[in-house]
């Protein structure tokens, strides 16, 4: 097994949810800094905090919005307001933002969130009960676009086991994409 501690920072640069770093990007003005993952992954990679909520034009604070099935396509409602339909702004962002990430060698995403969850988050039914969970809008764009790149939700990053796993993913994949 290669030796982390060889890889030098900032020569492999990861994706990373805004709001788990120390910024304010959350509908509800709050963040969910994970200060002991950001130091740890930041030994290892350069980190490029991206909200995909913010920057395809939703303010902060915002609604908080979900993922509903309807008729089997993923739409973005308003939780509160349902007539809030925000899933062709948040979609086209991520289709357009997600090529211009492939100098990404992985990614840390925030769990259950309708645009960063990765299998975690919440699908509704038009009646308002969960049916079932999913993929984040964004998550679905960025493994469109890249199937192979290594991702994980920050809460399962707790363990030094599961971190150690992940850096040698993320080593693996960049490695074989110099090589193509
Ligand atoms: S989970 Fe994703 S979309 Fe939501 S605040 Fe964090 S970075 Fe932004």
Known sequence: MRNNKVMKKDNICIGISQCLTNSIVRYDEKNKYNKDLIVYLSQYFKLNPICPEVECGLSVPRPAVELVNENNRIKVIGRDD???????????????????????????????SPSCGIGSTPIFNLNGEQQDYGNGVFVTALLSQYPKMPVAEGESLESETARNEFVQMVFAYEQSEQDV
């Open 82 to 112: 349902k007539t809030l339909d925000v899933t062709d702004k948040l979609i086209n962002y991520s289709k357009e933002k997600v090529k211009a990430l492939s100098g990404l060698s992985g990614y840390v995403f925030k769990s259950r």
